[in-house]
Every structure is written in C-alpha cells, then in structure tokens.
C-alpha cells in the first residue's frame, strides 16, 4: 500500500530557531513531491514542489530536500518565526494510471516566543 | 482574486438528510478534487476531475457523489449522511496534472461537517 510516512508528530521549538521534518514514502511510481503549510482551521497553502530529477528546492526561508534513491524528503526551517506555527504536510503525486494525490499525515509545529 | 470557495463554511445536519457543498474556483483550472480531513489520518482524497464531465474515484468515495458540468464547478453531493462523514472537507483545484510537477494544487478555506 503507497504511504507517506511523517515525523516528528509534533514539534516545539523557540522562535529564531531552525528545524527540519521528515518524509519518507513508498509510493512508487513517483512523479512529484510537495510540501505544504495548513493553518489551524485553513486549507493548505503549497511551499515547494519537487520532480523526481530535483534534490532541492526553496522558498524563503523553506528548503525542501528530496532523495529519490532512498525515498526520504525533509523540509528544512530556517529562522522560525511565531508564524510558522502549523502543520507541515508531505504530498506525493504518483501518475500510476490514474492522478492521485497521497498525504502524510503532517508535522504539528509550535514556535514560542 | 484568484480563489477556490466553498460554501457553507460550517453545517449542522442530521442523519439521512441529504445535503450539497459547493465549490467554485475562477482559475480556469482544469484539474478540481475533493478532500476530507480527519484526525490522525491527514487529507484522503474523495473524488476528483479532470476536465468537465470527466470525474474519478480517489480513496474513499463512498457515500458522496459528485458532478462537474462546468469547469469552474465542483459540488460534493451527500444523499444520505451518516455520522462517519463529520469531518472537515477540502475542495482544490489546479491547472492542469500533467506529472510533470510543477502545477500548484489551491485549497479552499474547507467546510466544517457534522452529522448527527
């Protein structure tokens, strides 16, 4: 069965401090990874997407990693801000005939001040 | 302002009566799915579609219907609720799904369900 596998659950952290998450998937064939944000309460907002050919991608202060060979992402933070408190959810795309979309199960983060 | 709605934001209903969520996205976006989110289990995918009158199966659609007679369109039909559909549902949309990954999915602000 495809999954997409998340961790930690949940984090703390303080505010100006960096973190990563992590996603490891079996979904096979694979077309694209993507990470997202969700708001308590609001839909997810889109922070990257990756090809299987691509190994990096950023956006601000978000910078996604992707090992195709092992099958592992990670979603790297830098400088947490209070805002940042959310979800972080790992979504793979598999064209397998038909165009679906498996997510991960999210990464709760807390950034305190 | 480039948005997907979904309306109501929040219902209240009990069990058996059937009830309507409505999507609408002004993208011109081809690609529009269906989500439900619940505790512990994250986004599965409920129904989704490709262009108009063109629709599909996702991960669990059972007890939902669906229709896409227009592009912009995207309504999640519930004949008979029962209380193991109280969740909170998604509905998004995208350009286009051409694997070649670079199509951003928009989500709508999602609609808080319970059944009674």
């Known amino acids: 069965k495809n999954q997409v596998e998340q961790s930690p659950q949940s984090l703390i952290i303080l505010e100006g401090k960096n973190c990563t998450l992590q996603c490891n998937y079996t979904v096979s064939p694979f077309s694209n990874l993507r990470w997202y944000k969700q708001d308590t309460g609001r839909g997810p907002v889109s922070l990257t997407i990756m090809t299987f050919s691509e190994n990096t991608k950023s956006n601000g202060r978000y910078t996604a990693t992707l090992d195709a060979d092992t099958k592992q992402s990670s979603l790297h933070i830098t400088a947490s801000q209070l805002s940042d408190s959310a979800s972080y959810i790992c979504v793979v795309n598999s064209p397998s005939g038909t165009y679906k979309y498996i997510f991960g199960t999210g990464t709760r983060l807390k950034v305190l001040a | 302002e480039a948005q997907v709605t979904q309306n109501p934001r929040y219902l209240i209903t009990v069990t058996g009566k059937k009830l309507t969520v409505t999507c609408s996205q002004n993208m011109n976006h081809e690609y529009m799915s269906w989500y439900r989110q619940d505790p512990g289990l994250g986004l599965r995918q409920i129904y989704y579609?490709?262009?108009?009158?063109?629709?599909d199966k996702g991960d669990v659609p059972e007890g939902y219907k669906v229709s896409r007679k227009e592009k912009r369109n995207f309504p999640l039909i519930l004949e008979s609720p029962s209380p193991n559909q109280t969740s909170l549902y998604f509905c998004?949309?995208?350009?286009?799904?051409?694997?070649?990954?670079?199509?951003?999915?928009?989500f709508g602000p999602g609609t808080r369900l319970t059944v009674l």
């Open positions: 579609s490709m262009n108009v009158e063109v629709t």
């Open positions: 998004a949309s995208s350009p286009d799904l051409s694997g070649a990954g670079t199509d951003t999915q928009y």
